[in-house]
């Protein structure tokens, strides 16, 4: 089935870094979505990219989307302490019956942040 | 603001027993899923429902079950709970073409089984 991976599992930087997490899949996506965890709460979605080569931009956070539509980053600017959390990416899949698509994560890449 | 309602944000349960994880969401969706999350492997989806009455296996089913009797409420059932059980247990909710509209999850509730 499809996969979506995700790039690195951990990130340990200094306060004012940047930071970059990569997503890939196996499959072209029509889609893909980011969500945040901070340490113990729940995903929160972040945003959702749709074009080929699309850009977005949420303050220091800069999501791209990848012309072949398989692969996905989100870079943070000047990281701060409120940064910290996991940054899972998401692309739909076809279930296994095949007859309806559900979302599927990677397992996400857990940001650290040291003042 | 879109709510989405677990019913126990810690649950203890011995091994062998039936357990119940509930879940309420107040925005009408039609789509309601259950993902267990475990350190190293991400969020797994278990079940999902587009549809009162309807079910679909998500990639790990088995041990579970579900039952959606009202649109607003998915209710994720352990038949006989065991050890490897143990884990977090998310529930989220999202309009129609669910995956192409973002995901609203629950707090989660972390289930142990002794």
């Known amino acids: 089935g499809q996969q979506v991976m995700q790039i690195p599992q951990y990130q340990h930087v200094q306060e004012g870094e940047d930071f970059t997490t990569y997503c890939n899949s196996s499959?072209?996506?029509?889609?893909i979505q980011w969500y945040k965890q901070r340490p113990g709460g729940h995903p929160v979605f972040l945003i959702q990219?749709?074009?080929?080569?699309e850009v977005k931009k949420q303050k220091r956070l800069t999501f791209q989307f990848g012309e072949a539509k398989k692969n996905s980053s989100l870079h943070i600017t000047a990281t701060q302490t409120t940064d910290v959390g996991t940054y899972f990416c998401?692309?739909?899949?076809?279930?296994?019956?095949?007859?309806?698509?559900?979302?599927?994560f990677g397992k996400g890449t857990l940001l650290t942040v040291n003042p | 603001d879109v709510k989405v309602t677990q019913s126990s944000r810690y649950l203890v349960k011995r091994t062998g027993e039936k357990v119940f994880l509930e879940c309420v969401q107040d925005?009408?969706?039609?789509?309601m899923f259950w993902y267990r999350q475990d350190p190293g492997l991400g969020l797994r989806l278990i079940y999902f429902?587009?549809?009162?009455?309807?079910?679909e296996k998500g990639d790990i089913p088995e041990g579970y079950s579900v039952s959606r009797e009202k649109k607003e409420r998915f209710s994720l059932i352990l038949e006989s709970a065991s050890t490897n059980q143990t884990s977090m247990y998310l529930c989220?909710?999202?309009?129609?073409?669910?995956?192409?509209?973002?995901?609203?999850f629950g707090n989660g509730t972390r289930l142990t089984v002794t």
């Open positions: 989220a909710s999202s309009p129609r073409d669910g995956y192409n509209s973002p995901l609203h």
């Open positions: 499959t072209t996506l029509s889609n």
């Open positions: 990219l749709v074009k080929s080569g």
């Open positions: 998401a692309g739909p899949s076809l279930n296994s019956g095949g007859s309806n698509y559900k979302l599927t």
């Open positions: 925005m009408d969706h039609e789509n």
């Open positions: 429902s587009y549809d009162v009455k309807m079910k």
